[in-house]
């Protein structure tokens, strides 16, 4: 294949033809066939001129962002350079040219890759120990049907359990390429460095449509099964941790997350029963069969979720008895649920949790309407508890009704993630899945009455025609109060915030900078906060520090079906707080991630994606942190002052407009009043100033800061939202509790108001 004059021109200076490096060079602009062909060169480069060294650098700096494509003649290349290895006594790096293999055109001739494979294969046999075993399973393919499969096979599988045997007699069933494709499946993708490719985005999708992996992945299941299974019934001795090798863990994990891609019907029966019993000792011990099965199968499930395996999940999360069990199941189950935002079309599969038992004279009813309940009755009339009769000749029923009423509430939970997740999708999932579930009766939906025209509802009960989640970003200012102030009048708690949803346009300062936004920029934030809320969120993110290029971070999060990546960098600025920085998006084109203009962004998209660091920066600001008060002047002080009491960011705009449709309905109205920042609520001692952005409060005269920790309000007020960090009702519980200043007797508050 031609390679174009860029090429060209690092080709000579890596080969030594040329030892000046070429000038005005952008390595972006090559080609991934370019890449292919460079690759060799650059390996064959030790030391030596300086030119030679950064065209070096070049190449493999654009190998970690993109896919190269090869050539059988580039590949083969490839593979004669890690064979001149083993004449430098180098360990060959196999990965690199297996890497190769699956990024050759479909059907390209591999014959002459024959020798170069048998060569470093025998060398790699020849070693103590074999540090990439799929690897050397896939060179061993290319040598020929006499070719030394067997022998290699033999060896991978040595000291691992029959699980794992029988994966690598799998891999022995597909080509060369096949089992490089494997390969790339294992490979962590933050292993790029050591391997050298940016990692193939789609290996492990193409490794489930593998010929007879479905069938091998219930296999699979089912021994691992019925071996805990054997524990559990006392057939096998129980040792904790041991019900599984290393080996055989990872290969569950792969088998589950075949069968979750393919979503086979026999899975989440044969699923639920292998995660609870593998997370619960058979004895009263606080230990488990094994961990690594448990977390492997929800790393899977994390790929490709289903409701079934988020209950299943759910179930072994409450029985396990180990300690620290639960709080890991809790991070991984909150990126599962997000990650079903992007597979609604089995998201949607959930009953509505409707149920009537008549358990002799009485009535159990599962309702959904709302809160998900479960009520006792007799005849007409509802009961406070349930029935001693119930109670005594019904026990197990009672606790399965009981059981069926948490799955039933963590379903909803994981529906509503789901739906809020896949907000700014461009492909519109399977709505008419939700007909008849509660959830949907209490959002707002568009319709497409006509060509372009959308019209919003509440609830789901329309015509078959193209449908869509409401979203204030795509309505008018006079549409959105109309539907606040009906959620508001209805006292219609919405799963997810959507009526009072944050809206962020692009503003005059994003458009001049193009490419990034600096609205969120300069905050000073508690740095464990803010990596856990990555987390939560589904961004990812490395963690930062004071050690050597542990300083700057970024952290990322693919939107709108993997088409848009938006990332936010922050940096570390003192222990335990990091600073943030400036916002970018990123358009998938082919095989690559290009830099956008902040104007070429979907509206939903940034918008959703600003929210989401409107999120982190609130709730971690040190703003919200009366402590810094006392740290006297400084940098991060002033910093707290600045922050504390200034303009209001969206989610604090949005919570002004909620405060202003409650106040008429407060018995506090007649002391409050809303300012552009404040809400202000009139004493007998003083008056007050609350923050609508931090809930700190300033006193007049003099505004001087009241330090108060607020519990909850003893007035029943309706919220239209929850608010990750309660900032809403914080504020209500304060401008309660100022309004009837005179009733105070916590002396740490009095104190304040009357100095």
Excluded at 73 to 91: M, P
Aim: charged share 25%; proline share 6%.
């Amino acid at each position: 294949m031609q390679l174009s004059s860029q090429a060209r021109s690092l080709l000579e200076v890596l080969t030594g033809a040329v030892e000046r490096f070429p000038e005005r060079l952008d390595a972006s602009r090559l080609s991934a066939y370019d890449l292919g062909a460079l690759l060799p060169a650059a390996h064959r480069v030790d030391s030596g001129h300086e030119a030679a060294v950064l065209a070096r650098w070049e190449v493999r700096s654009q190998l970690l962002e993109r896919q190269p494509l090869f050539t059988p003649a580039a590949c083969a290349d490839l593979f004669h350079a890690l064979v001149e290895d083993l004449d430098k006594r180098r360990e060959p790096r196999l990965s690199l040219g297996v890497g190769a293999l699956v990024r050759c055109p479909e059907g390209a001739p591999l014959d002459q890759l024959a020798d170069p494979a048998r060569a470093l294969v025998r060398f790699i046999m020849g070693q103590d120990r074999i540090g990439e075993p799929f690897a050397l399973l896939a060179a061993a393919g290319l040598v020929g049907p006499a070719g030394p499969d067997a022998e290699v096979a033999e060896r991978v599988a040595e000291g691992g359990g029959p699980l794992a045997a029988a994966e690598v007699e799998l891999l022995l069933g597909w080509n060369a390429t096949q089992r490089a494709l494997f390969m790339e499946s294992v490979v962590p993708a933050d292993y790029r460095f050591t391997r050298g490719f940016a990692p193939l985005p789609d290996a492990r999708e193409r490794v489930c449509h593998l010929p007879g992996h479905v069938e091998f992945a219930r296999a699979t299941m089912e021994a691992a099964e019925a071996r805990v299974a054997a524990i559990h019934a006392g057939e096998v001795p129980y040792r904790a941790e041991k019900a599984f090798d290393h080996a055989e863990k990872a290969t569950i994990g792969r088998a589950a997350r075949v069968a979750l891609r393919h979503d086979e019907p026999w899975l989440p029966e044969l699923l639920d029963s292998l995660v609870r019993k593998v997370a619960v000792a058979p004895t009263q011990a606080k230990t488990l069969p094994s961990q690594g099965v448990l977390f492997a199968i929800a790393h899977a499930a994390e790929e490709y979720p289903t409701p079934e395996a988020v209950a299943s999940l759910h179930a072994a999360r409450r029985e396990t008895r180990h300690a620290g069990v639960p709080k890991q199941l809790d991070r991984m189950l909150k990126r599962v649920e997000a990650a079903l935002g992007n597979r609604l079309e089995v998201a949607f599969r959930l009953p509505d949790g409707r149920v009537r038992r008549q358990l002799g004279e009485h009535t159990a009813v599962i309702s959904t309407d709302g809160a998900v309940e479960l009520s006792w009755w007799h005849g007409d009339r509802k009961l406070k508890t349930v029935p001693a009769a119930v109670r005594r000749e019904h026990g197990e029923e009672v606790a399965r009704l009981r059981a069926l009423v948490k799955q039933v509430k963590q379903q909803q939970a994981t529906l509503s993630r789901a739906l809020e997740a896949g907000y700014a999708g461009e492909v519109a999932p399977p709505y008419h899945q939700l007909a008849g579930q509660p959830i949907a009766d209490r959002l707002i939906w568009e319709f497409e009455a006509s060509p372009g025209q959308w019209h919003s509802r509440l609830g789901l009960g329309v015509p078959d025609v193209p449908v869509r989640l409401w979203h204030p970003a795509r309505a008018s200012l006079e549409e959105v109060a109309s539907w606040r102030e009906a959620v508001q009048e209805k006292e219609l708690r919405q799963p997810f915030k959507q009526a009072f949803r944050e809206i962020y346009l692009l503003t005059p300062a994003e458009e001049a900078t193009e490419a990034h936004s600096n609205r969120f920029a300069d905050h000073m934030v508690e740095y464990h906060k803010l990596y856990a809320l990555f987390k939560q969120r589904g961004w990812q993110a490395a963690y930062v520090g004071p050690w050597d290029g542990g300083g700057d971070g970024e952290a990322r999060r693919v939107v709108a079906g993997g088409r848009w990546r938006a990332s936010f960098s922050h940096g570390y600025a003192d222990e335990g707080y990091a600073l943030t920085g400036e916002v970018r998006f990123h358009r998938l084109t082919g095989d690559r991630w290009e830099p956008a203009r902040l104007t070429e962004v979907p509206p939903l998209v940034f918008s959703e994606a600003m929210r989401d660091v409107d999120l982190f920066v609130a709730v971690t600001s040190i703003a919200t942190d009366p402590a810094w008060l006392d740290r006297g002047p400084g940098r991060l002080h002033g910093h707290w002052r600045t922050t504390s009491f200034g303009a209001l960011a969206p989610s604090a705009e949005v919570r002004r407009d909620a405060l202003a449709r409650l106040l008429p309905r407060l018995t506090v109205a007649g002391r409050c009043t809303l300012t552009d920042r404040f809400l202000v609520v009139r004493g007998d001692l003083r008056t007050y100033k609350i923050h609508l952005g931090s809930g700190n409060i300033l006193m007049e005269p003099n505004d001087a800061y009241l330090c108060i920790v607020a519990g909850p309000s003893r007035d029943r007020v309706f919220l239209p939202f929850e608010e990750d960090g309660g900032l809403l009702s914080v504020i209500l519980s304060k401008a309660f509790l100022l309004a009837a200043d005179t009733a105070i007797d916590d002396p740490t508050i009095t104190r304040q108001i009357r100095a």
